[in-house]
């Protein structure tokens, strides 16, 4: 009986840490479906890892009155070193550098965005959009 108190126990344990824990998803196993459960409420805390060397595929899309994206290509995004984006639904995105230290983004990492037009390597016109993140200096 006494062992089977001591079972139950840790298997109680094991199943409230493994409640608290954020799932872990690797950014290259994502897809719109990961997404989709995530916007209906069926995943609320989850962990997305970002190996160095990963290429994931990014779109972008536009539509409207004004404009639109007729043709959508994938661009390759090259992530340069190892980090983790926890997307929980109370507290909103937290960064870490080693995921275990997580902190609010704005605190991790700053950057800019801007959208612009100039001229690429044919002189012709080319309308860009930049995104810059650098991680802060952590003490």
């Known amino acids: 009986m006494k062992q089977l108190t001591q079972l139950t126990a840790i298997a109680a344990l ?31 805390d989850w962990v997305v890892e970002f190996r160095q060397g990963d290429e994931i595929p990014v779109t972008f899309t536009a539509e409207g009155d004004f404009f639109e ?22 507290k909103g995105i937290w960064a870490s550098l080693d995921g275990s230290n ?12 801007t959208v612009g037009a ?10 860009g959009i930049t995104m810059n993140l650098k991680a802060m200096q952590v003490h």
């Open 14 to 44: 094991i199943l409230v840490g493994s409640l608290s824990e954020a799932k872990i998803v690797h950014a290259t196993d994502l897809d719109s479906s990961s997404w989709n459960r995530f916007f209906a409420g069926q995943i609320s």
């Open 118 to 127: 100039n001229s690429d390597q044919s002189s012709g016109a080319a309308n």
């Open 69 to 90: 994206t007729p043709q959508v290509n994938p661009t390759p995004l090259h992530i340069k070193k190892n980090f983790w984006l926890k997307f929980d639904s109370q």
């Open 102 to 113: 997580f902190q609010p983004l704005p605190q991790m990492a700053s950057g800019t965005f």
